[in-house]
């Protein structure tokens, strides 16, 4: 086990809520709870910044009806200058988590005795469903040169644009 999955098994999730009041509540009870979190480190391999948005959590006879926008950006590499960048992401969640945890359908989110509910496994999935699959560092970006491998969008490289299929080069001798 690496140093860093080390660190946040022993750090928890500040992504648990204690929602035992919530239990204990007659059906339609809420609580609205706001996230503005500078930089969260939803797993090792999903860093979050900033993480802002709304969760509401609502006792249902299933058990608490989590619902919520959130909002974010995450690191990216962009798919034509291969530049670190940061994408913005924005996602929706609404989930019952059962109650009590032995009422749960079999994978289903479920509330455990103590009255915690960790959202960080939904988020790390959700923002990974979120992020774009071709990430770009703008809208407008150049990419590298066929050629040499410069970056168009810093400077450009002075290769002749050659726009003949190696296979008709033969053709392009004759004119």
Same mark, same amino acid.
Request: hydrophobic fraction near 35%.
């Given at each position: 086990?690496?140093?860093?999955?080390?660190?946040?098994?022993?750090?928890?999730?500040?992504?648990?809520?204690?929602v035992g009041f919530?239990?204990?509540s007659i059906?339609?009870?809420t609580?609205?709870?706001?996230?503005?979190?500078p930089?969260?480190?939803?797993?090792?391999?999903?860093?979050?910044?900033?993480?802002q948005?709304?969760?509401? !959590?609502?006792?249902t006879? #299933? =058990?608490?009806?989590?619902?919520?926008e959130?909002?974010?950006?995450?690191? $990216?590499?962009? %798919?034509r200058?291969?530049?670190?960048?940061?994408?913005?992401?924005?996602f929706?969640?609404d989930?019952?988590?059962?109650?009590? !945890?032995y009422t749960?359908? #079999? =994978?289903?989110?479920a509330?455990?005795?103590?009255?915690?509910i960790?959202? $960080?496994?939904l %988020?790390?999935?959700?923002?990974?469903?979120?992020a774009?699959m071709?990430?770009?560092?703008?809208?407008d970006?150049?990419?590298?040169?066929?050629?040499?491998?410069?970056?168009?969008?810093?400077?450009?490289?002075?290769?002749e644009?050659?726009?003949?299929?190696?296979?008709?080069?033969k053709?392009?001798?004759?004119?």
């Amino acid at each position: 086990m690496s140093s860093s999955e080390e660190t946040m098994k022993k750090r928890p999730s500040r992504l648990r809520f204690n929602v035992g009041f919530l239990l204990e509540s007659i059906r339609g009870t809420t609580r609205t709870v706001e996230l503005d979190y500078p930089a969260i480190d939803v797993t090792p391999d999903v860093l979050l910044e900033p993480l802002q948005g709304q969760i509401v !959590f609502t006792r249902t006879s #299933e =058990g608490i009806y989590v619902s919520g926008e959130l909002h974010s950006t995450m690191p $990216a590499d962009c %798919v034509r200058c291969l530049e670190a960048t940061r994408v913005a992401i924005t996602f929706t969640f609404d989930d019952i988590f059962y109650y009590p !945890f032995y009422t749960a359908p #079999e =994978g289903e989110p479920a509330v455990k005795e103590s009255g915690i509910i960790d959202l $960080a496994p939904l %988020v790390r999935e959700l923002s990974l469903i979120a992020a774009p699959m071709q990430p770009l560092c703008r809208p407008d970006c150049q990419g590298l040169c066929m050629e040499c491998g410069q970056n168009l969008n810093e400077a450009d490289c002075g290769c002749e644009a050659d726009d003949i299929d190696p296979r008709l080069a033969k053709l392009k001798e004759l004119l």
